[in-house]
């Protein structure tokens, strides 16, 4: 759907090319080029200067000011170049074909700026920009098109703006689709009275302070839960029906985000994982401790399954997980909870929620569990749980 920054970017690619026509490719690259180069070395100095701040909306600050600062230099440098080259092609009666090339070449370099841009904006603070930037036709056209954005202008969005959650997508994420139909009481009453007692909460010290995430029991004394959750963390404490449980981490996967804890006593019964993918549409049931809070219970959609390039736990390295996306509320603390139908089957694990849209949520589809609780389920040994996540 059309909505104003699309406008705001025709415009701007218009004037743009208008600008370029009349002064001619060979006046305009070098310029740009400059400015592109020094896009880039702005983007790659930032990290090094904001890791000292601390605030979202101060590195947000510092991190535009020094791109477009170090941008401008490179792009006044550019121009005093192109300025030179431009005389050259006006001898060789070459104005024309300069012309054409110069316009062209606007619309097609600034679209490829914009979306830089936008992959970096998209994960920032500022929940009404995210979503304009989710919801525009221009930019979606792009993502579609275009690959992930390079490493670089990925890391520096999640600098910008360090959630609680992983990174589920490096671009924009997919097009927002239509809600479904979510589950009545009785049927989340049910998913609660099948799935409740084997999911746990977990709750640790570290990190800065106290960690709070969910997670269910897959084996007799197991439970599955995020990465994220569990990072930097030794001796993670399970807290079920059946009261607090010292945990010890037997699996750590940081790029998909998935962890078993295995403790002594727990109270459930460990849960089905379904095989298949399921349909979009699907009714399912949110279970964890939001907050760190009671148990839950959120009713949700599956909106639809994808294969969503993302970050890891560290916003270091790009990953491929099969997702769920989810019609739900996802909060701090929801991470590593099942998402169950109302027998208690589970579908999926929450590990993060929309950056636009907080009844958005995304959980790793049990298909790709399964294999995890099979090949690891049955480890005594502990194993390490790397540093604490962004």
């Known amino acids: 759907m059309f909505n104003i920054l699309d406008g705001i970017i025709v415009l701007i690619l218009l004037i743009q090319s208008i600008r370029w026509a009349k002064q001619g490719f060979i006046q305009g690259i070098f310029p740009l080029v400059g400015f592109w180069l020094g ?20 590195k947000l600050a510092v991190t535009l000011a020094l791109i477009v600062t170090v941008a401008l230099l490179g792009g006044a440098i550019g121009e005093l170049i192109g300025s030179s080259l431009s005389q050259v092609s006006r001898r060789f009666k070459l104005r ?10 606007s619309v097609g370099l600034g679209l490829f700026i914009v979306w830089l841009l936008a992959a970096v904006l998209v994960t920032g603070p500022f929940q009404g920009v995210n979503t304009a930037i989710r919801q525009s036709a221009v930019l979606q056209t792009l993502n579609d ?26 671009g924009l994420g997919p097009r927002p689709v239509e809600p479904v139909d979510l589950p009545d009481s009785p049927a989340v009453q049910s998913a609660v009275d099948a799935a409740g007692a084997a999911t746990v909460r977990l709750e640790s010290s570290g990190c800065g302070g106290i960690v709070n995430g969910s997670g ?11 990465a994220h959750v569990i990072a930097g963390i030794d001796d993670p404490v399970i807290v079920d029906q059946a009261g607090s449980h010292a945990g010890t981490p037997i699996y750590f996967d940081p790029a998909r985000d998935i962890a078993l804890v295995r403790a002594q006593g727990l109270a459930g019964t460990p849960l089905s994982l379904v095989e298949n993918t399921v349909d979009r549409g699907r009714k399912a ?29 560290y916003n270091q390295q790009t990953v491929t997980r099969p997702v769920y996306e989810l019609q739900a509320e996802v909060v701090s603390g929801n991470s590593g909870g ?53």
């Open 216 to 226: 269910f029991m897959v084996a007799p004394n197991v439970v599955m839960t995020n």
């Open 96 to 105: 024309t074909l300069d012309s054409v090339l110069g316009a062209v070449f």
């Open 285 to 313: 049931v949110t279970l964890g401790y939001p907050e760190g809070g009671r148990l839950d219970a959120e009713p949700t959609g599956v909106l639809q399954y994808i294969n969503a390039s993302g970050r890891d736990i």
């Open 145 to 170: 098109r275009l690959p992930p954005a390079p490493n670089t202008v990925s890391r520096l969005g999640g600098l910008i703006n360090q959630a609680d959650f992983p990174r589920v997508f490096t």
């Open 39 to 58: 896009v880039l070395g702005g983007a790659w100095l930032a990290p090094h200067v904001i890791n000292l701040l601390e605030g979202s909306l101060e």
């Open 338 to 390: 099942p998402v169950v139908t109302p027998q208690g089957s589970v579908i999926g694990m929450v590990f993060a929620r929309s950056i636009s849209d907080q009844n958005t949520g995304y959980a790793v589809t049990s298909a790709a569990l399964k294999p995890v609780v099979a090949g690891n389920a049955d480890d005594r040994s502990s194993v390490d749980t790397a540093r604490c996540s962004p």
